[in-house]
Every structure is written in structure tokens, then in C-alpha cells.
């Protein structure tokens, strides 16, 4: 059976809790963002100084950082810590005099959940939310996990957090290409290692038992999947990927929401 992909005009409790017990792979809200307003953005954002490339997946540009970068060393992680705050006020700035749609999904949760969502935090300091990426004619992302207890090794924080889930809003897609390709699977760790593609973050699409979803998203729209599962990014072919994205943590119904990149 080929699995479920739920697709709903409003993010909703029950869209979460569907894709957090693993009755579907992806939820997709379509127009979550208004579709001029993405365009601008991104363009805003290329021209920042904060526009750079992944530490640790040179081929792929950002805008903010992701904690993931911050693994590579103990000055990146303090760097990390340091600005997170400051990073999510510039990116802010990218959408005056408008609402962003991170600061929007950050509200939308934190009404829809029973416990609410928040900022997350580790190691007593606050996390960054709301990583842009972009993805050139001929960049992707290979078939990976995101998981925060194997960027954060003996944080207990870390470690406890149960499920969590990849929120993308698609500021911008190429023309061919670009689709977002999500495996029925998670790998364990020694799994993982073993698929490894050398020097890289990813794993060997060829060497997954499952066929993956596939997903081609549309400007402005949000999809939210288990970041757990193996997924990858095809590359764009012409022209340019843009995302507004972020991880949610879940720890069940009964806890708080956290968010970060
Ligand atoms: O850009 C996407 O569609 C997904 C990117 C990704 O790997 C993630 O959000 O974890
Ligand atoms: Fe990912």
C-alpha cells in the first residue's frame, strides 16, 4: 500500500497527530504563505549578508544557521547559542511589514497543540528557528534522517525528544526538478552508517528497500513530515529551491511543541 500523504486547507490537531503516529508520511497545507510575498522574500534574502553556505553540505546555501552545522566544533556550537535570538529577529526583518511565515507556523501550533509550542532550548541556552535554503540548478539533498539526539549526543534534552517532524514553506521552486522524496523508513544508526555516502551527510538512495514518496511542492505552500523517515531533495534542474524551514520536537499529546533549525 502506498503510503499517505494528507493534504488540508488549515493546519489542524489532527493533521499532527496523524503524521506523528505514522498514519501519513507528509501533511501539506497548501497557500499557507501568500505566493507574491514568498518571491520577494527570497530575494530579499539572497541579497543579505547573512546569505552563506552549510559548514558541513557546501553545495547548499542558507540563510541562518542550522544547530546541525554547529556539530562540526565546540566554537561553532557557542557561536550558535550566542546569536540564535538576534538571527531570528534579522530573518524577521526579511518579510516587513509583514508576518513571517515561520512566526506564523510558531503561532499556529502554539494554538492548535493542547500544551502549546515554544522556542526550543538546549543546554539551558535558545535554540534558532526558521533556516532559509537554497538549492541551485543542480543541487539537491541526498537521502538523510534529521535527528537531533545524534547531533546532540548526550544532551538529555535531546535524547528524550520522542518524534520529530520537518516543516518546510516553499518560498520558491525551480522549473523541473525539486521534488521532495520521502522513504516509508527509518534507518537505526549503525543502518545509517553503513548506507553512508562517504565525506557526506547522506545516505545511498540505491541502497533503501522501499520506494519513496514523492512530493512537488508549490510556492507558498507548507508541508510538514517525520524527519525520521529517510527523506532527500531532488535537484532542481533550472532555475532556483528556495525554503523557509524548521524541525518541531514532539514528546506526545501531553507535552509543549519545541521548535528550532
Ligand atoms: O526542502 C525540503 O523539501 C526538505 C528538506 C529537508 O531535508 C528537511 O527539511 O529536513
Ligand atoms: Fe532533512
Known sequence: MKPAVMVSNLLNQEGLVALMGGEVVALRVPNFYPEDICIQVAARMRRSDMYGNY??????ARVGQAFFESV???????????RAVEWIREMRLFCEPYLSPI???RLVLDEIWPSGSRLGTLQGKKMFVGLARFFGAGVGAEPHQDVLAWDAPGVEEAESVEGQLAANIYLMMPQGGGDLLIWPMTLSREEYERAGISGSY?????MLAHDPVRISPRTGELILFNSNLVHAVEKARQGERVTWSCFVASQGVDHTLMMWS
Open 202 to 206: 547522506g545516505v545511498h538512495g540505491s
Open 72 to 82: 562540526a566544533s565546540a566554537r561553532l556550537r557557542r557561536i550558535y547559542y550566542a
Open 55 to 60: 559548514v558541513n553540505a557546501p553545495e547548499i
Open 103 to 105: 512566526d506564523k507556523l
